[in-house]
């Protein structure tokens, strides 16, 4: 659930932040809304890892 609503926050954001920068470059909420959109990206990747890391057993040696 929070990584669908962290998605959907990071969609929101970047479309934001694009049609910021297009209408005005020199306007901060742009600038603010790309930066929030980079951190939630940074965050949701490790999300992503966190949920999906798994240490592999280690394997056994073949004994000839």
Same mark, same amino acid.
């Given at each position: 659930?929070?990584? /669908?609503?962290?998605?959907?926050?990071?969609?929101?954001?970047?479309?934001?932040? *694009?049609?910021?920068?297009?209408?005005?470059?020199? &306007?901060?909420?742009?600038?603010? &809304?790309?930066?929030?959109?980079?951190?939630?990206? *940074?965050?949701?990747?490790?999300? &992503?890892?966190?949920?999906?890391?798994?240490?592999?057993?280690?394997?056994?040696?073949?004994? /000839?």
């Amino acid at each position: 659930m929070i990584l /669908k609503r962290t998605s959907i926050l990071l969609l929101i954001s970047m479309i934001l932040a *694009v049609l910021e920068m297009t209408v005005n470059p020199e &306007f901060h909420l742009g600038r603010i &809304f790309l930066v929030v959109s980079s951190i939630l990206l *940074v965050a949701g990747a490790l999300w &992503f890892v966190k949920d999906n890391y798994r240490i592999a057993p280690k394997a056994e040696k073949i004994k /000839k």
